[in-house]
């Protein structure tokens, strides 16, 4: 991989991310129903415990957020992060999904509460027409939605402009404890 070596897979970060997040919320309804200052505050908060554990300083720049690290005398973007707790997909949403491509790093997480199946619908319409892809980055859309979180994955395969209709986003089943606070 380009990248290097990453230490959190896809899986692992969604897991640990979403079940943060609840555990800030303490059983509040998603932010489309209520304070989204409060959930954008939790997401956050939760990015950045996150990324000391995985031994990255993470803070704001240049997108809601980034994992930064500089282990062995190196430099480099570990997570690129851009949060829209927006109902509207094509205003809100779709112009910070844009972002993420542009960043060269391996791991890009989108935080939304909008409709799942628009929010991934755009997402795998503007990747197809991206043509800058490095082989291996890999793309996370994390919804807090009602009933319960829910969470995509893809992972680029190739360099450059992508082959028609090869980007889907593939389902990650959170486990229970992930979910322990939502609806399910």
Not at 119 to 129: G, H, I, N, P, W
Request: aromatic fraction near 12%; charged fraction near 30%.
């Amino acid at each position: 991989m380009s990248f290097g070596k990453v230490d959190i897979s896809a899986k692992d970060l969604a897991e640990q991310f979403v079940q943060g997040v609840l555990k800030e919320m303490d059983g509040a309804k998603p932010p489309s129903f209520g304070d989204r200052a409060r959930w954008t505050a939790a997401v956050k908060k939760v990015l950045k415990q996150n990324a000391v554990h995985s031994e990255c300083e993470g803070y704001a720049w240049l997108l809601d957020f980034v994992w930064w690290s500089r282990k062995n005398g190196t430099e480099q973007m570990v997570l690129a992060v851009e949060s829209e707790l927006d109902k509207r997909v094509e205003k809100e949403i779709e112009p910070d999904f844009q972002k993420l491509p542009t960043f060269k790093c391996p791991l890009k997480l989108l935080v939304f509460s909008a409709n799942v199946e628009d929010t991934r619908k755009m997402a795998e319409d503007y990747l197809q027409r991206f043509t800058q892809h490095v082989d291996g980055e890999e793309y996370l859309l994390v919804g807090f939605v009602d009933p319960y979180p829910q969470c995509w994955w893809f992972r680029v395969i190739g360099n450059g402009r992508l082959e028609p209709d090869t980007v889907k986003f593939i389902e990650i089943q959170l486990s229970k404890a992930a979910v322990a606070g939502s609806a399910l």
